[in-house]
């Protein structure tokens, strides 16, 4: 087709990017105009990840020489990212971008957990790229802040109840696989010290907190949230449980109807009637719901999503898909 | 030496039963007498674990035939227990029972999780094996009616608040392996089913949530307690990770204390100053606890421990140890 | 589309089988006609195997109430089989077989290793499901002999040598995930018994030896084979490492010529450089080969394949799509 | 005890050094004199490494200043190891050296393996540290060369057949699970990239054939090696499965025979009646090996280990309990 989007992916050697380029390459409406790397300059994505089936050669990302492109998925680390978004942004290009750089509206709260912005300019522009609670703006919008696989996960579970501020007191007790970790290896991810572990992380505050927060308190919930992540030994696949006190009495049933109605039309999220394990999602983007109400009436909301597909790239191409005009499911079916 | 201790373990081809039939095989105060099975008779134990290296032949369970025992441990399933536990006792053996018969002081909330009860006269001489918090009874008693796993790892991360009256209100997100699922193969917990998989199950209501709750209560804090569990792809292994709401604002300082000196003399608890993982505690009869206070005042405990070691056989010979009159840290370490 | 060829699956409650059921139904040439099994009449069976998305009720297979059906893919285990194999042949339908029931050409062959036959006047009309080795003789074929996942990868391993009679003496040491152990619960893939462990099995005699012998011999190389299986700690994936004296003297680069003149136009099967991992290959109908030379002269050539895909269901759709007139590689990429 | 030996580990910071610093550290005749890192200097070994327990601080190692030590155990990788085994040989001290540096006799075979050797001078010393192959050469000696994985596994698999000049061609088909990869963090170790995934390394030629040839050969049998790795998705765990042709026939129940005189009095060596487990072994210092012969004649010599333990560590000490002349077994069981 002439007419496909041309979409480049900018930092497509780490997890995040290299299934962010693959999910463009089999895109019928895009095509993947280019891989870069920062680290592996002049290797092929397939020798890297060859279950993705992308034959490109990873290249410096040269703005100067850049050919014409509608869009970007950039897949930088937090701080890296700013500048090039801005860069592309500059040049036209719809983005993407896979780091919290534009994810935090409150400029101070940005800083106090990633250190100084790179494009605070841009912030305004940015929209949340959570389509299910986005998805207007998101049209509009020319740069979506991929949000975190956990915010992700996180706030799926809790919106419908979130929106109609209901919520008073919440623990989110999340579990991840590796990939989450990121390519960068060290001690900790090495399958000798990860196989038959398991453990919490950055207990007394992860910087995904204030992000879950954020986008409960906009959607009518300005509750406090505890929240504790673990890894796991597997490598694809998140976990959030969520415990939450209401602020009115809620039944099981009144709850099962409330995220029946809310999530009836949403295409990418099920809710299922038990709770859903992460190979249920694995290589998908959706997000599984169960949600039930315990004996001393707190509600229990378990959702389960792919950390790399709905918790990065899959989401990333959803909101590109809206933002380029495209019925947000193709490419992720 | 001449007078070991003679042990029974009945119930032996099951995984705590084959872990306690180990334990107390090297046991340099114990003689295993005999290992029994309803499943595996005529088997060697080290043909169906061939890693504990215990080269005794499974028998049936004849009490008209034993021989002159001291005590037993006893890994049957709850329900099946009562009978033996009763029949053993009246033998003269000191029991240390793994199954949930003798846990509950309750009987209604027995009936309630488990059925009739098979034994209900015994209740009032059993002693919930928790060592570190029954140690001085365990002493004087002849039935230990050993701990859950779950309840295991949750009570001692929550004990020095419990003690104080100091718990308001308690989350506990539990973790395990898959080796606290039984023997008993199901799809379930086929390799395949498992393997790169974690879900929660029983959200509305597992069985060790009114033992955790028990506990809790006796030691001061009769607080609600939520409590979902969860299986991850391992083998051996338990992280309970415990969100408390205390009844008087507590800084990360005044917790800390309060667990140090809570915990300082006790052999088998240590305080760890990050998450514990799995690892660090597997094979051992050790649970690592780590505490902190995040921004919103609530308490993290979070605790891990083997679960068919520190969470069922480690335990029960802990418990055995004390009621035979010989150090709690025999043969564990 | 009117024309769908309408697919029956029969045993789609078993992996090989639920995977059939999965690749027809979103196969765009075919229609998904039923899913029948012994063990779960009445479950759905996307209720099973969230991850296959197949919203079918498994039913009984009624011979006699079967609406018209253009092929089935039968998954029962060997012995039972044949006689329904048989039956759905008298319907006219056209059958791939995936158990072991049409492969050996030799009946007391197959009864050394399976027992009795049950339709032997089938076995001169079934053709070996090697696409790869017998395409031409399949487009004309009404029964597939669907291989073995050893067979598979063994023989496409070694078939450039094969045919060129050039095979002299054969070590084939095979490794497999847990998911070719089939559903069928036991203690053995029990995740506890199976997670960090790995082992040979049948040393003396696997019953895709004599399938193996059978195809080298018919490609030209009537060579003694030596084959031992292993099972690994890992769910889909497959890896044969065949280790061949050969009858002339080949240099590595005669070695690698011959394999890539072979399989130059093969769609499935790609020749790499550097010994593939069966991730690289998983879920899809790929074979990887790897060939060299070792110091003494003796081809090494390693193949990877996903144990049930290439080596089970995905091969049954290919050699539907060849005996239905489809391109071989449609429902597979 | 006043005169326990007093052992240093130099490299204790690596799988294998901690492994040994760990055995030393429980060993009733051995002081743990201190532990050395080249990275990791001033953390705690059991920060580190927390299940293994020992309580030292890592330090730099420092000759001059090193205070009396009766024995070492050096871990560090090939060519660095060499001058510190002299240097350490030059203070007097017992040494087991865990590198490739002292294990091939043939200088040239070394150096096109290894490169350029740092100590030629000690080779002449060095007994090759298989104790069950050079157990009474090793109570003599000063300097052990601990073997590899590959080569324990292998050379214990077909000892028996080749003391005998039994052996006329050999294939090992070897598996190990990441910790015989080392510490050293890369992509390819990293859960994400291994789990779920096996392949073959260094088909060509792995430098640990030539050890295997170099011991075969000494026992009697110069044969032909074939020798393949494989990297598994596990920790701790190696097979090897060698596939021999005799230079006579023999019957299953001759090898048998054979193998059962050959390691009756044997520690840490066990025939088994079934195909090994590397669960079997987790740990220990054992080895289990299983013989049989196909239908085509051909020996199948399976063994497993932990690599690690009799692949590494466990054996490193039972060398030093020879040469500091303990029983073997001391501090391994």
């Known amino acids: 087709m002439a007419d496909k989007a041309k979409v480049l992916v900018a930092g497509a050697s780490g997890f995040t990017g290299a299934l962010a380029a693959q999910i463009v390459h089999h895109h019928p409406s895009m095509e993947l105009a280019g891989v870069t790397s920062r680290s592996d300059v002049g290797t092929r994505l397939d020798r890297l990840y060859p279950r993705y089936r992308v034959p ?10 850049l050919e014409d492109i509608d869009a970007a998925i950039v897949a930088y680390p937090h701080g890296a990212s700013a500048p090039t978004v801005a860069a592309l942004r500059g040049l036209g290009a719809i983005v993407a971008d896979l780091s919290a750089d534009f994810r935090l509206r409150d400029l101070p709260t940005y800083e106090r ?6 494009a605070p300019e841009l912030l305004e522009d940015a929209v949340y790229g959570l389509v299910e609670v986005h998805r207007e703006r998101l049209r509009e919008a020319k740069l979506a ?20 501020g209901l919520l008073a007191d919440v623990v989110i007790d999340a579990k991840q696989g590796t990939s989450g970790y990121g390519r960068s290896s060290d001690d900790i991810v090495h399958f000798s010290a990860m196989d038959e572990n398991a453990f919490a992380y950055k207990a007394e505050g992860h910087r995904h907190r204030p992000e879950i927060e954020q986008e409960l308190a906009a959607l009518g919930s300005p509750a406090p949230v505890t929240f504790v992540p673990h890894l796991l030994p597997l490598d694809q696949g998140e976990l959030a449980s969520c415990f939450a006190r209401t602020s009115a009495p809620l039944s099981r049933e009144e709850v099962e109807a409330l995220y029946a109605e809310r999530y009836a039309e949403e295409p990418f999220v099920h809710l299922v009637d038990r709770p859903p394990g992460v190979r249920d999602v694995r290589d998908t983007n959706e997000c599984h719901v169960y949600v039930t109400v315990d004996e001393h009436g707190r509600v229990l909301a378990l959702s389960a999503i792919d950390n790399i597909w709905k918790g990065a790239s899959g989401q990333a191409v959803q909101c590109l898909n809206l933002m380029l005009g495209f019925d947000e499911r193709e490419g992720l079916t």
Chains 1, 2, 3, 4 share one sequence.
């Open 113 to 118: 957990w990633y250190g100084e912005h790179g």
């Open 56 to 65: 490109l050669e990873l290249t410096e990302l040269d703005l100067d020489a």
């Open 145 to 164: 802040a991929v949000p975190g696989c956990y915010p992700t996960a996180g706030v799926l579970a809790l919106a419908p109840l979130a929106e109609r």
